[in-house]
């Protein structure tokens, strides 16, 4: 079976969860994007069509930082005038693939044409951003949605629960919605039983600094646990798109008088972030809805921090409660509760050696049985199995 997978950009690292999934799926892969990066995901055996636009002005891929001012251009030129999908289709006209991927809502909005013109079924998936923020800020694509789901042949919600309820609130019929949660790849996080030290807690949050990820209730509840666990530090690890927002954090540190608890540490290359989580005790990750609808969906960094053996501390924000289990690899309070954040933090840097430990293997335990991505490949596969009329065994 060959199947076409679109993107927007293929692929941040932001997105490493998808490149494993495309690795264990037993499909030809084809890759076509607005914007191709030099990265590591880039794959020998893949079959990739990338922007002519792209090509005329860069003779090679640019990596993931370069030139970011052509990336948002050419890409967002794609919602008006779709030169690359009509490309695309002259491209594949004379050998079309069997199933077209598009990953996000509004990449399945705009290659439609395309799945159209090569007369193949479209499967997409809905990620994070796409379910709400991308409606709320850009009311267009609430008709844009409905299309999309009239005419795609299957829509994936990676999210359980409140995924699959936002897609039908936006007019997805719920026999075309398949819940698949992401997964990983645990043995290529190599897992290490903590030993947490007396009367220290070295805690991470490797996430974009951005408002969703609730890096200022981290703050404030660093505040509140400092004056009865002194040895308690928080280094915030990822990319600082916006700077206003950043100073805004680091005000609020200074203000709070927990400047000194906090390390800045810029982007950790996925390659690199096992051997990085392995210097920490603990991740802190305090995920909530945004002003502008953003919102997480399953930060896949909480089943990688945990593949390694680091309990988590997280809100019950969307499928969060699904990878941390409250109480036995970490622990979960509400959104913006600075105070039960401290209150976990405290109850992390007490806790004696054996309760850590047992916290710690029941992280990768819980990891291997419930987000292995082998099982999201196999479950996307019943999927195009499904939308071409065979049984998973014939593919």
């Not at 079959?47 to 052509?70: D, G, I, T, V």
């Amino acid at each position: 079976m060959k199947v076409l997978h679109v993107f927007d950009v293929y692929l941040p690292s932001t997105l490493s969860w998808v490149d494993q999934l495309l690795q264990h799926t037993p499909a030809s892969v084809g890759i076509g994007a607005s914007w191709t990066i030099q990265g590591p995901f880039l794959r020998s055996g893949y079959s990739y069509y990338p922007n002519p636009m792209q090509q005329w002005l860069f003779r090679r891929f640019p990596n993931e930082f370069e030139h970011p001012q052509w990336y948002y251009r050419i890409s967002g030129a794609q919602q008006y005038l779709g030169f690359y999908p009509r490309w695309l289709s002259a491209r594949l006209k004379q050998a079309p693939p069997d199933v077209i991927h598009a990953h996000f809502g509004p990449v399945g909005c705009l290659h439609l044409g395309l799945a159209r013109r090569l007369k193949r079924p479209l499967v997409v998936s809905f990620y994070g951003f796409d379910y709400t923020k991308v409606p709320v800020r850009k009311p267009k694509y609430r008709a844009l949605y409905r299309r999309l789901f009239a005419e795609a042949s299957a829509v994936i919600s990676c999210s359980r629960d409140e995924g699959v309820k936002r897609l039908i609130e936006l007019g997805c019929p719920p026999h075309k919605i398949h819940c698949i949660s992401p997964g990983i790849a645990p043995e290529a996080f190599r897992f290490q039983e903590r030993i947490k030290p007396a009367n220290t807690l070295r805690l991470v949050q490797p996430a974009t600094v951005t408002p969703k990820k609730g890096h200022r209730t981290t703050i404030e509840a660093l505040a509140l646990a400092v004056p009865t666990c002194p040895g308690i530090h928080v280094t915030f690890a990822g990319e600082e798109p916006d700077a206003g927002y950043k100073a805004g954090l680091l005000a609020l540190a200074r203000a709070k008088q927990v400047d000194g608890h906090i390390s800045w540490h810029g982007l950790v290359p996925h390659r690199d972030m096992p051997a990085f989580l392995s210097g920490f005790d603990a991740v802190v990750h305090p995920s909530c809805h945004a002003p502008d609808g953003d919102h997480e969906a399953t930060p896949v960094i909480l089943l990688e921090a945990q593949a390694v053996g680091l309990p988590v501390l997280a809100t019950r924000h969307w499928d969060i409660p699904y990878e941390v289990v409250h109480g036995e690899t970490g622990m979960l309070c509400a959104e913006n509760d600075a105070l039960g954040l401290a209150s976990h933090m405290q109850t992390l840097y007490r806790m004696d050696v054996g309760a850590f430990a047992a916290m710690s293997v029941n992280a990768r335990a819980h990891v291997e049985r419930a987000f292995h991505v082998a099982d999201s490949a196999r479950q996307v596969m019943g999927v195009y199995a499904g939308v071409v009329g065979v049984g998973v065994a014939d593919l």
